[in-house]
Structure formats: C-alpha cells, structure tokens
C-alpha cells in the first residue's frame, strides 16, 4: 500500500518505508523529525515543471501529464520503489501545503498503475524444446 504525507504530519508506525520525494528539504523540519528512510530527489519533478507549477503557471492537470512523462523517462528513478512497495507499506513524504495537488499524489497513482501492470505473469510457461508427456 502506498500512501503520502506531509513532511509535517508526525511519523506513525505503519508509515512502513518513508522516503522524501522533494527535491528541495522541507523548510524548518529537522532530519531527526522526519524519520525517514531515503531521499530520492531524482523521484521529484524537474526544477522547471516544479517551478511552474509553483508559479501558477500550470493546472494540475498538465503538470501531472508532464511530470508523468519525466516518470516514464526515468524508470531507474522508481523501480526500486515498486519492490518496497510489494513487501509493504510504502510513505511518500512531502512539503506541499496541497495535500490533494502535489507530486507525491502523481507519483503514488503512477507507482499503482505500474504494481498493477507488473502483477502475475499471463504468459504461459514456454516448454519449447521439451518431450510432451
């Protein structure tokens, strides 16, 4: 289960894995209050899609189809995630005041979408080149 919050929101046991996912450090949060397992600043958008967004300069709606296709481009970014996400809970945290409209919202849908693809394989077992009983 993947879940996000704010970076400050306190930890809570069943966070499970907390990584940060801002490229920036949460103003006036000590390292020690955050309680977290891994930063990943290459998870977060690029400095000029989270600029514009930040200025106003984009819906939501196309900074997550942007932000989106910088997931797509880069999935030495979050396939480690996946993985973590499959034992257990899995917490991003992030700054934003927008608890609905922010890219640990984007990347957690993006995470799901990719747990759901990768699921149980359809494909049949190849036994090409072995006797048939």
Known sequence: ?????????PPAPDDGHRVLVDRLWPRN???ETLA??????TL????ELRRAFKAGELTFES???AYRWELASHPEHWWPLL????????TLVYAA??????????????LEDELERRGAPTSPTCYAGEPMA
């Not at 977290?36 to 600043?41: A, E, R």
């Not at 993985?83 to 899995?90: C, Y």
């Not at 005041?97 to 993006?110: G, K, P, S, T």
């Open 1 to 9: 289960m993947i879940h996000c919050k704010r970076a400050y929101e």
């Open 29 to 31: 949060r000590r390292k």
């Open 36 to 41: 977290l397992d891994d930063w990943s600043k």
């Open 44 to 47: 977060a958008p690029s400095n």
């Open 63 to 65: 900074f997550r189809e």
């Open 83 to 90: 993985d973590i996400a499959a034992r257990g809970p899995l």
């Open 97 to 110: 005041r927008d608890e609905q409209h922010n890219n640990a919202q984007v990347l957690a849908e993006w």
